[in-house]
């Protein structure tokens, strides 16, 4: 089974220039997230989609930030403009509702954004 | 108040040590915990589910305190490729019982 993927893989950008990131999530995860990891810290959620519903974006910078999963799949996240603290690893989960429970979640490999 | 709350470390082992990393949580009405492994520059990889009774997988033994909202990871007898920093994952209650809150992460370096 293929996992979370993401690209690009890194992406180097001078501030005030736009960027965006692409995810595809596991087949038939329902749950997608986005989320933001600055260096030592663990990952921070900016959205979380319930199929193409964003279901909780509270911690989006809206100003700059936006995201879409247009077809409940996959889900791009874009920044525009960027800043130089935007710098950090953009990563992508998806996961599964189960019976019992929430599933975990699974990552994709992230994407390693240097604002310059 | 975090959600999640770690001691970052790092916690420094010679190979074939026994450790254990705590981790509190604020919600109480969580119902799923969970532990993750992430290595330098990669991302996180679930290391194993924390059930209520507590559970064991090899070398891996959780736990979980609900009295005092507080999970532990137990690692016998470590090993180099422990190295790494291991997250403590709770998920939210209500509408957001499937937001999985994060902590810093334990950073664990298993020497030779």
């Known amino acids: 089974e293929a996992g979370v993927v993401q690209s690009p893989r890194y992406k180097i950008i001078e501030k005030k220039q736009p960027v965006a990131f692409w995810c595809n999530p596991i087949?038939?995860?329902?749950?997608l997230y986005w989320y933001l990891q600055n260096l030592g810290q663990g990952p921070e959620l900016l959205i979380r989609?319930?199929?193409?519903?964003?279901?909780?974006d509270s911690q989006l910078p809206k100003d700059r930030f936006s995201a879409e999963r247009l077809k409940g799949v996959d889900s791009t996240l874009k920044i525009q403009p960027a800043e130089l603290g935007d710098s950090a690893v953009y990563l992508c989960?998806?996961?599964?509702?189960?019976?019992?429970?929430?599933?975990?979640?699974?990552f994709g490999q992230g994407t390693r954004l240097t604002v310059v | 108040r975090k959600e999640v709350e770690q001691d970052p470390g790092p916690f420094n082992v010679p190979e074939g040590a026994t450790v254990a990393f705590n981790c509190t949580y604020s919600?109480?009405?969580?119902?799923?915990f969970f532990w993750y492994r992430q290595d330098c520059r990669k991302e996180p990889k679930l290391l194993m589910s924390?059930?209520?009774s507590g559970n064991e997988d090899g070398r891996f033994t959780a736990q979980l305190n609900r009295a005092s909202q507080y999970i532990s990871l137990l690692i016998r007898d470590s090993k180099l490729s422990d190295s790494a920093t291991y997250l403590c994952?709770?998920?939210?209650?209500?509408?957001?019982?499937?937001?999985?809150?994060f902590g810093s992460g334990t950073k664990l370096n298993v020497k030779p």
């Open positions: 989960a998806s996961s599964h509702h189960r019976r019992q429970g929430i599933g975990e979640a699974f």
């Open positions: 087949s038939g995860h329902n749950t």
């Open positions: 989609y319930e199929n193409e519903e964003a279901v909780d």
């Open positions: 919600n109480s009405a969580s119902q799923s």
């Open positions: 924390v059930y209520s």
């Open positions: 994952v709770v998920n939210g209650r209500g509408n957001n019982f499937n937001k999985f809150y």
